[in-house]
């Protein structure tokens, strides 16, 4: 009798906590729907297919929607420059940038009702900031270029190839210091510590194997790149844009290092219910969905059941084991700053 009772209460308060939640989200949809209109930065059409993101937005909800596409730290510095003139209401930045937006005070907190399937080093505990999609650091390899038994599947395999390998400007590119990351982690390297990742450049310069390219879709297309150093969903973009016969795109089995992106909501947006309905929207099975369409992966990647044509568009959940989160940020930040004068005086040098 007692089990019986016990459960019957927790049925009770689970049916009364997903009502109130429903009740929110319906709140939430009116007072989004009476706003109208949502206004954004860094979050153009192309990238990571946030145009379906916006059509669906207009649809469902009536939301009007402009975008001014701009880097993660000049969204942060409109929010802050503008306050109460605010003419944005919602950006997307890169993951070092929401801890920055919190410490400015520039955001407003807001979770969306799959938040308990964000994991915890992917989201601020107050709902500031929380990573939509991921990018990990892969290698696309030309298949025309590099022979099948030659193909590298492991940082490691590198050490031993005769192609060339592309990684990008150290000093500039945060997708080629994050690079040199991956590379330290699949050596026993981490945040702190990159001299292993700086070790196998520098091996690859002494050899004549390292690149000065820039893996980019135009030296790709080119064939000016043997083996490129990129986002998991630069690769499987430009594969897809240019000829998907030609290229291969994998996760480095021994190790690389996980990134993302987070929407941040203006702390003075006009519009805040819009923006937090859209955030809501983009943790949402479609919204997720419609991230996965532009090739990022989504951040509950493993609680959803992509559509085949969708996840064809990814890699294989499986391909990721190695791979991990960044664990220190601010040693991160730190070790990244010295990162241009290191790779110059070790790696650059060797190519002299």
């Known amino acids: 009798m007692k089990k019986l009772f016990m459960a019957s209460l927790l049925g009770s308060a689970i049916a009364f906590c997903t009502s109130a939640m429903a009740e929110d989200l319906k709140a939430l949809e009116d007072a989004a729907r009476k706003e109208g209109t949502v206004n954004s930065v860094g979050m153009p059409d192309a990238w990571a297919n946030w145009k379906g993101t916006w ?5 469902k909800y009536g939301l009007k929607h402009s975008d001014t596409d701009m880097s993660s730290a000049q969204e942060i510095a409109k929010f802050e420059a503008e306050k109460e003139n605010a003419s944005a209401d919602i950006g997307d930045v890169g993951a070092a940038f929401g801890p920055i937006a919190v410490t400015k005070g520039v955001s407003q907190p807001y979770k969306p009702s799959t938040w308990d399937q ?3 080093w992917a989201k601020d505990k107050d709902g500031h900031w929380a990573l939509a999609y991921t990018g990990t650091i892969a290698f696309i390899i030309n298949k025309d270029l590099v ?3 030659e193909r590298p599947t492991s940082w490691h395999d590198l050490e031993k190839g005769k192609y060339k390998v592309a990684i990008g400007d150290v000093g500039t590119a945060a997708q080629a210091a994050n690079g040199v990351l991956a590379a330290a982690i699949a050596y026993k390297g981490d945040e702190t510590n990159v001299a292993p990742g700086l070790q196998l450049f520098t091996k690859l310069a002494q050899q004549k194997r390292l690149s ?6 135009q030296t790709i297309e080119k064939g000016e790149v043997e083996v490129g150093v990129v986002w998991d969903f630069n690769g499987l973009s430009y594969r897809e844009q240019i ?6 795109v994998l996760i480095p089995s021994d190790g690389t290092v996980i990134s993302g992106y987070t929407t941040i909501i203006n702390k003075y947006a006009k519009h805040p219910n819009a923006a937090k309905l859209t955030r809501e929207y983009i943790f949402s099975d479609a919204g ?6 532009g090739h990022a992966r989504p951040i509950r990647a493993e609680h959803l059941t992509l559509p085949a044509d969708v996840q064809a568009k990814l890699l294989p959940n499986e391909q990721y084991k190695a791979a991990q989160p960044i664990k220190n940020a601010e040693a991160w930040e730190a070790t990244s700053k010295k990162l241009p004068q290191m790779w110059q005086e070790q790696v650059i040098i060797e190519m002299e």
């Open 55 to 59: 059509e669906d937005l207009a649809s």
């Open 288 to 293: 997720q969905i419609n991230l996965a369409k």
């Open 243 to 248: 000829d998907p016969k030609r290229f291969e």
């Open 147 to 149: 022979k099948e038994g």
């Open 118 to 120: 964000v994991p915890a």
């Open 212 to 217: 000065l390219a820039n893996p980019t879709i």
